[in-house]
């Protein structure tokens, strides 16, 4: 079981299992999250219950009297929810407002995932580095001063490097001046990070993962996260392409075999008599395979019409606004 916590003034989200902290959840989680002697003495850690409740495995030992218990005041780094809360605590910082910068990478590492798809490692090229989290993209430049999203597609897990999906357009400017500068190895500009989707370890909710294209670098970062925090429930991938020959990695194969938690179902949009898989919009497989979403969350990316379109008909059935996750709902509300 798990609790659904709301941080204001900021507008954050917490997810907390049963018997945990709400300070545990928050650093768990990769919150900054203001606290110091962690035995609510010190009282840094201290906000308002505005809803909901809390109870501390040592109530004598808390530090606050009557008059500021009645008055909602709880020490965060001690208090247990009970139920879902909304509280207010000054200087709550999400992983998602990490601060952007934009600065020089050499590319590391260069690989042919596929006819159209390239992979690119990239390093930074001073002692600086973009701080990211998994789930989040950069813009990338070209020498000409032009740029372009890119999802990161490997989980920081404490390293330096970036790791990006390029599908090369024909006739597309931006890539064919990227292709030049990729070939006289010279520094490029990144930009980063940027993006709100980042992995919610709720308990006993099961994730769907809903990728199209290249969409999958998003979801192997997110994956990536999901081990490390070694979590635990269902996870089920849905990748959608137009032909067979579009899968650029046999990694959700491998995954599959390795890690008992996890399920991938390939799916073309376009039919193909050869295909004996799935086929059809990825909405229209997702519910066949789970006509009851109400207790999943979903994580979808892909072209922002086609996300918005199988989010809206995961909704119809039971898919929560709450438990939606994907870079399109910031730009198209839902």
């Known amino acids: 079981m798990s609790y659904v916590v709301h941080i204001k003034p900021g507008h954050h989200t917490l997810y907390v299992n049963k018997g945990e902290t709400v300070l545990d959840a ?67 910082i999400a992983p998602a407002e990490l601060p952007s910068m934009t600065l020089p990478y050499t590319v590391s590492h260069q690989e042919t995932l596929s006819e159209s798809m390239k992979q690119l490692i990239l390093s930074p090229a001073t002692e600086d580095h973009i701080h990211y989290r998994a789930g989040q993209y950069i813009y990338l430049m070209n020498h000409q001063g032009e740029r372009q999203p890119y999802s990161i597609a490997n989980a920081p897990l404490g390293g330096k490097q970036i790791e990006l999906h390029l599908r090369q357009v024909p006739s597309n400017p931006f890539m064919e001046q990227l292709l030049k500068d990729l070939a006289s190895e010279e520094p490029l500009l990144v930009e980063g990070p940027q993006g709100n989707v980042l992995f919610s370890p709720a308990p006993e909710r099961p994730i769907l993962m809903l990728a ?35 899968f650029y990695t046999n990694l959700p194969k491998q995954w599959e075999k390795q890690f008992p938690h996890f399920k991938f179902t390939p799916v073309l949009s ?17 519910t066949e395979t789970y006509p009851d979403l109400s207790s999943f969350q979903v994580y979808a990316s892909g072209p922002s019409e086609m996300v918005m379109q199988t989010l809206q008909h995961l909704q119809q059935r039971g898919l929560s606004k709450e438990w939606m996750h994907a870079d399109a709902l910031s730009f198209v509300g839902l």
Request: proline share 3%.
């Open 26 to 92: 928050a650093l768990r989680q990769e919150f900054i999250f203001p606290y110091s002697c962690q035995s609510a003495v010190c009282g840094t850690c201290g906000g308002r219950v505005l809803h909901g409740e809390v109870e501390y495995y040592d109530p004598e030992a808390v530090e606050l009297t009557e008059d500021e218990k009645n008055e909602g005041v709880a020490l965060f780094c001690s208090a247990i929810p009970k139920t879902d809360l909304v509280i207010y605590v000054e200087g709550v």
């Open 212 to 246: 199209a294209g290249s969409g999958f670098a998003q979801m192997k970062s997110l994956f990536e996260q999901s081990l490390n925090l070694k979590y635990e429930e269902p996870i089920h991938l849905f990748w959608v392409v137009r032909e067979e020959k579009d």
């Open 270 to 286: 376009q039919v193909d008599t050869s295909w004996e898989g799935a086929s059809g919009r990825i909405y229209e497989v997702v």
